[in-house]
């Protein structure tokens, strides 16, 4: 690419049709033109935007695996049934979201497909 102002990305969550939200990610030479026309894109798919920098995992993908990886180990060590992790997430979530463990769209956020975010994190927190 020639000129890196014009360079962004959008992060669609699936399933797209129903999920409101697109994550607008901008690089430090991403301008300010090429982020507001974007925004304004998403505005026009009556999508919700929310600007990021290009960071590993995003927003949501930033703050949701970590909480899977945690909720797994607790399973793993036993400190509390799957159930009940999902019950305390889902009671105190702001949004109504299952549980991990009962994602109503489980072929769209598996664990198994969480493989390569957590992988990237891991690399590059540590």
């Known amino acids: 690419m020639n000129d890196r102002r014009r360079f962004a990305g959008l992060h669609f969550f699936n399933p797209v049709p129903v999920m409101k939200l697109v ?22 798919l009556e999508k919700q935007p929310a600007s990021c920098k290009d960071t590993p995992g995003f927003i949501v993908n930033g703050l949701l695996v970590p909480y899977l990886l945690d909720s797994i180990r607790m399973l793993e060590r036993k400190d509390a049934t799957k159930e009940d992790i999902d ?3 889902s009671i105190q979530c702001i949004q109504k979201l299952s549980g991990q463990f009962d ?23 540590m």
């Open 23 to 44: 994550e607008v990610v901008s690089t430090p030479e991403t301008s300010h033109e090429t982020h507001s026309k974007l925004i304004g894109f998403c505005k026009s």
């Open 87 to 89: 019950a305390d997430f």
């Open 103 to 125: 994602l109503p769209h489980k072929s769209w956020v598996a664990l198994p497909n969480q493989t390569d975010t957590r992988e990237l994190l891991a690399s590059t927190t």
